[in-house]
């Protein structure tokens, strides 16, 4: 799983046509790992929502922070260990347009070893 994220909201000063060429760039990349068996799913995330933790017994919801790092989108991917994923992830072109850019890439867990359960799909 790539988490991406970003510091703020730096495509914002993009000009209209660097953005149309980044949307392009990620829409090229998706398509190249489509191709190759590589991607489960691909999707940003709007800015807006709430984090929710709790304290005691008292639920506590704040707006995101957008001034600080923020996920702003995520890729589900297909690969053969930590090492062929981190390849990919360089590839992002979400590091060619925004300098804040970090792609958090981890192994998701299928199933769990001591009770036998399989995560859903």
Request: hydrophobic fraction near 35%.
């Amino acid at each position: 799983m790539f988490l991406i994220r970003n510091e703020g909201d730096p495509k914002s000063i993009l000009s209209p046509e660097s953005h149309q060429a980044f949307l392009q760039k990620c829409k090229d990349y998706i398509e190249i790992l489509t191709q190759k068996g590589q991607l489960i799913a691909a999707q940003p995330l709007i800015r807006e929502g709430r984090v929710l933790s709790k304290n005691d017994t008292t639920w506590i919801e704040t707006p995101l922070n957008e001034s600080k790092e923020v996920q702003v989108g995520y890729y589900h991917i297909l690969a053969k260990d930590l090492d062929e994923a981190i390849e990919i992830a360089k590839r992002n072109p979400e590091f060619e347009y925004v300098s804040s850019a970090r792609i958090e890439v981890r192994p998701i867990k299928t199933k769990e070893i001591t009770t036998g359960f399989v995560y859903p799909k």
